[in-house]
């Protein structure tokens, strides 16, 4: 009968050898080698878990940012400064076709020379344009009131304040100027006037000269405003030039339709800063 070798469990790397058998000292690095290797591991996992992990951001919505964005573009324009874009050439040279303005939202006292912005509609008389059919051109008229740029509910203009509520205003002078409550008003603002020439063509003549409108008076809460580029604008007096009488020819501009006074212009770059009174 063949002799039987007993077999018990190692101490090394929990292998079974030979009760005879010793291990060796390759065997015996390799278990080291193995020991530190699990040691490592297990201090990692242990140093990892221990340590909180960083709080996640959460990403706001693009959606969310326009929104703000939007919102916060609203309230300065409705409160602060609402910007505009000049239309024609009838402030000329004051303000010239595509130059940008800005208006005070915050300044109600107006006073004459100032550069007024206000809103109608598609005459004087009313406050709004008609609603469109579209639903997409009422969609970028909402946009536009939002933003300021772009079409609007409502059209705007800009003219000069020349007559305040209760005062009388005419033209012209034996110079060819205009009258507010019996006095010569300065204006060197003024750019290609109309055609008015002393003891030739004024008001006197015949025919009188279209720079000639009768005398007016402003209702309280109304004003009376007109183009620097007087040649070139439809103004508050247009349906009185050239008439020796007129009552009611002419049109004003109610106080509460006064976005408020130009501040500054901001376009072109080159022309940046305020305007002469």
């Known amino acids: 009968m063949p002799d039987l ?4 469990p190692s101490r090394w790397g ?13 065997d015996v690095r390799r278990h080291v080698r193995r020991r530190r290797s699990r040691v490592t591991r297990v ?14 951001r959460r990403r706001v919505p693009w959606f969310t940012e326009v929104v703000v964005a939007l919102v916060a573009v609203a309230l300065v324009q409705a409160f602060l400064v609402k910007p ?14 595509g130059d940008r303005i800005l208006v005070n939202r915050l300044d ?11 809103g109608h509609g598609d005459t004087w008389q009313e406050s709004r344009l008609p609603t469109a059919g579209n639903p997409l051109v009422r969609l ?20 000069r304040v020349i007559g305040l509520p209760g005062e009388r205003v005419s033209c012209c002078t034996a110079a060819g100027a ?10 060197p603002y003024l750019f290609e006037d109309l055609p008015f020439t002393p003891g030739e063509l004024d008001c006197s003549s015949t025919p009188r000269s279209t720079r000639c409108f009768p005398q007016v008076t402003v209702p309280q809460e109304n004003l009376l405003v007109l183009g620097d580029h007087r040649s070139e604008s439809a103004d508050s007096v247009l349906g009185c030039r050239g008439a020796a009488e007129g009552d009611g020819c002419a049109r004003f ?4 339709r006064v976005v408020g006074p130009v501040v500054l212009r901001f376009w072109p770059l080159g022309d940046l800063g305020g305007l002469s009174r």
Request: without cysteine.
């Open 5 to 8: 070798i007993r077999v018990a």
């Open 14 to 26: 929990g292998l079974i050898r030979p009760h005879a058998q010793r291990p060796t000292a390759r």
């Open 43 to 56: 201090t990692d996992a242990g140093a990892a878990s221990d340590q909180p992990a960083p709080p996640r």
């Open 84 to 97: 505009f874009g000049v239309p024609s050439q009838s402030m000329e040279q004051t303000l010239h076709v």
């Open 108 to 118: 109600h006292s107006v006073e004459r020379g100032d550069v007024v912005v206000f």
């Open 140 to 159: 970028a008229r909402w946009v536009g009131d939002l933003t300021g740029f772009g079409p609007s509910n409502t059209s705007y203009t800009v003219k």
């Open 178 to 187: 205009v009258i507010v409550d019996g006095r010569a008003l300065e204006e």
């Open 253 to 256: 501009v109610p106080e509460n």
